[in-house]
């Protein structure tokens, strides 16, 4: 059982570039987030999407867009990377008393 | 306004002695739950324990307990007979709007734990 898959898991980019981080869940869940983790500054919440259909803001929307392509999947994307999103960017998803977190993917923005 | 507090940035604690972490939560939403996360330094995020507002009872998951305070609205962890293994980050995190189909999961700052031979 495969859970929660996000791709790429190690990424640079030039600022000014694009990329879009891929998230997959096989768990059948309504909900999905994405995260950014800086040191001192805990898990931030980029986007959130409630059910196939929607989206929403959290915490830190400024600079991605994201798109809930369907039940399973639900990507972030960086339109023109800049150095200040240079995180770690984690996918989650959650049914009920779980949240279930990918693997993580560390960008790089120069 | 911050939502999820943990006041602890960083603590120390001896082996076997029992640890206390901090988290207070606001929210007006009637319906929310709370969470512990570890991080161990190979970052994956490990669940640890789940407590809903309308639960009459105090979580426990082995060594974890939630001592859940709801009008003081904090849901401190304690770990039990801390180990060697224990030393990581914790981050407490709340879920509020899933009644209104919202589900908002925002997490707080995290607490680093060392403990000590």
């Known amino acids: 059982n495969a859970g929660v898959t996000q791709t790429p898991k190690f990424q640079v980019l030039k600022t000014g570039q694009s990329m879009t981080l891929q998230c997959a869940q096989d768990?059948?869940?309504?909900?999905m987030y994405w995260y950014r983790q800086d040191p001192g500054m805990g898990l931030r919440l980029i986007y959130y999407?409630?059910?196939?259909?929607?989206?929403d803001k959290g915490e830190v929307p400024n600079g991605y867009n994201v798109s809930r392509l369907n039940k399973r999947e639900f990507s972030l994307r960086l339109e023109s990377a800049a150095p200040s999103q240079t995180s770690v960017y984690f996918c989650?998803?959650?049914?009920?008393?779980?949240?279930?977190f990918g693997s993580g993917t560390q960008l790089s923005v120069l | 306004a911050q939502k999820i507090t943990q006041t602890q940035p960083g603590m120390f604690v001896q082996e076997k002695e029992a640890v206390t972490l901090d988290c207070t939560y606001d929210?007006?939403?009637?319906?929310?739950?709370l969470f512990w996360y570890k991080q161990p330094s190979s970052g994956e995020m490990i669940f640890l324990i789940y407590?809903?507002?309308?639960?009459?009872q105090n979580a426990t998951e082995g060594r974890y307990s939630l001592n859940f305070q709801k009008a003081r609205k904090s849901a401190n962890l304690v770990i039990s007979a801390s180990q060697l293994g224990d030393s990581a980050m914790y981050f407490c995190?709340?879920?509020?709007?899933?009644?209104?189909?919202?589900?908002?999961?925002?997490f707080g700052k995290g607490t680093r734990l060392h403990i000590l031979p």
């Open positions: 989650a998803s959650s049914e009920g008393e779980k949240l279930f």
């Open positions: 768990m059948n869940h309504n909900s």
């Open positions: 999407s409630a059910s196939e259909g929607t989206t």
């Open positions: 929210t007006s939403d009637p319906s929310y739950g």
């Open positions: 407590q809903g507002s309308y639960d009459q």
């Open positions: 995190a709340m879920r509020e709007g899933w009644m209104n189909r919202d589900d908002k999961i925002i």
